[in-house]
């Protein structure tokens, strides 16, 4: 056979046994079961527990009574207090200024001389009545001497009141030359020096009393009905309502708390903000260790609201979409629940019904879920 035809049939016919081989010594493939892949989510345990509900606001200190420094007599300043200076503290009958006296001390000596020479008038006017009154009697007066007389004692004795009138008005005019404190306080600001007239009616100062300070606190509608108040509530709260108030304020690396109550609700809501602002009020003991809170400090405040009993609380992340939870199953199945929420919070919430005690709930954030689903769980 020719060359060229030979090489071309033995390689067609090397390569066909080469490929029956193959056929025949194929491997054989195992068929392995189907195992679908359960996703790892972490679970938490529902607990029912009775809580507070706490409502978070932030305000500025002010002063719970302030008012202005005012003489009620005029006159040049002789004398001022160390402490009325700007931030100066004082105790409540201190004398914080006082204004020359020597005009008022003459009015004085003044009134009391005209007292005692109406008292002397008035002494003798009595006596003469008494006298006509006993010889009217005996015929030996005549009724008009006898009305003389009256009108004589009665006017005497008018202007004896009246003297005492002026004595006592001099001697309160006297006593105002002293400007007192009212309270306990500090001075906010004074406009005032040594030697100046005053006149009655000048404002000279401002004062603030420090045995309580106040803070308004704005609040909204969902927040006030988680303090337990009467929807009526307007002005000052009863004792026994009264909301505790823990106030914080930041003083570089450390915090400060002060204990407090909120006192009073004002009358309406704000138009622009929609809030209603409480009034907390905080009792400043300066022989404790902690300082002062000083008045215009911005700080915040947490209100212990009303009692509430048998609600879960739960990781924000366990919410789903329409108020629905993730239950896991005794079999390790994701179920959809729907809950009732009684407050949704910054990191938690809160289910007031629709879980029951020991339920396992997801708190993993699943992008595709299926009711149904078998998972892994992995406890929180």
């Given at each position: 056979?020719?060359?060229?035809?030979?090489?071309?049939?033995?390689?067609?016919?090397?390569?066909?046994?080469?490929?029956?081989?193959?056929?025949?010594?194929?491997?054989?493939?195992?068929?392995?079961?189907?195992?679908?892949?359960?996703?790892?989510?972490?679970?938490?345990?529902?607990?029912?527990?009775?809580?507070?509900?706490?409502?978070?606001?932030?305000?500025?200190?002010?002063?719970?009574?302030?008012?202005?420094?005012?003489?009620?007599?005029?006159?040049?300043?002789?004398?001022?207090?160390?402490?009325?200076?700007?931030?100066?503290?004082?105790?409540?009958?201190?004398?914080?200024?006082?204004?020359?006296?020597?005009?008022?001390?003459?009015?004085?000596?003044?009134?009391?001389?005209?007292?005692?020479?109406?008292?002397?008038?008035?002494?003798?006017?009595?006596?003469?009545?008494?006298?006509?009154?006993?010889?009217?009697?005996?015929?030996?007066?005549?009724?008009?001497?006898?009305?003389?007389?009256?009108?004589?004692?009665?006017?005497?004795?008018?202007?004896?009141?009246?003297?005492?009138?002026?004595?006592?008005?001099?001697?309160?005019?006297?006593s105002r030359t002293e400007l007192k404190a009212p309270f306990d306080g500090l001075v906010r600001n004074e406009q005032v020096d040594l030697g100046q007239f005053v006149t009655r009616g000048q404002s000279i100062g401002t004062i603030y009393a420090t045995d309580y300070v106040e803070i308004r606190l704005p609040l909204s509608a969902d927040q006030l009905s988680y303090l337990g108040l009467p929807i009526a509530t307007r002005g000052l709260i009863p004792d026994a309502l009264r909301p505790p108030v823990s106030v914080s304020a930041d003083f570089g690396d450390i915090r400060l708390f002060w204990e407090g109550q909120l006192v009073r609700l004002e009358a309406e809501f704000d138009e622009q903000s929609r809030m209603i602002y409480g009034v907390a009020r905080l009792r400043l003991d300066d022989t404790k260790d902690s300082p002062l809170l000083p008045v215009g400090l911005f700080v915040q405040a947490d209100i212990r609201g009303r009692n509430v009993q048998d609600v879960i609380r739960l990781p924000r992340s366990a919410m789903r979409d329409n108020n629905q939870v993730l239950v896991v199953d005794s079999h390790n199945r994701l179920r959809f629940r729907h809950v009732s929420l009684l407050r949704l919070e910054r990191d938690d919430i809160l289910v007031s019904s629709g879980l029951q005690d020991g339920e396992l709930i997801c708190i993993s954030p699943l992008q595709t879920v299926v009711d149904g689903m078998r998972i892994r769980p992995v406890m929180h």
């Open positions: 056979m020719h060359r060229k035809v030979l090489y071309p049939v033995l390689a067609l016919t090397v390569g066909a046994l080469v490929a029956l081989l193959i056929a025949i010594n194929k491997p054989k493939v195992e068929q392995a079961a189907y195992e679908p892949t359960m996703p790892t989510v972490r679970v938490t345990t529902a607990r029912a527990t009775t809580e507070y509900l706490s409502v978070t606001s932030q305000g500025t200190v002010q002063p719970r009574m302030q008012t202005e420094l005012i003489p009620e007599v005029s006159g040049r300043v002789i004398w001022i207090s160390p402490s009325l200076v700007n931030g100066g503290a004082f105790r409540e009958d201190d004398t914080l200024l006082r204004i020359d006296d020597a005009d008022y001390s003459t009015q004085l000596e003044r009134s009391e001389s005209a007292v005692e020479r109406s008292e002397v008038e008035h002494t003798l006017s009595k006596g003469e009545l008494a006298r006509l009154v006993s010889l009217n009697q005996r015929q030996l007066a005549s009724q008009q001497q006898l009305d003389s007389a009256r009108r004589a004692a009665r006017v005497d004795e008018a202007n004896l009141r009246e003297a005492l009138a002026d004595q006592e008005q001099a001697r309160r005019d006297l």
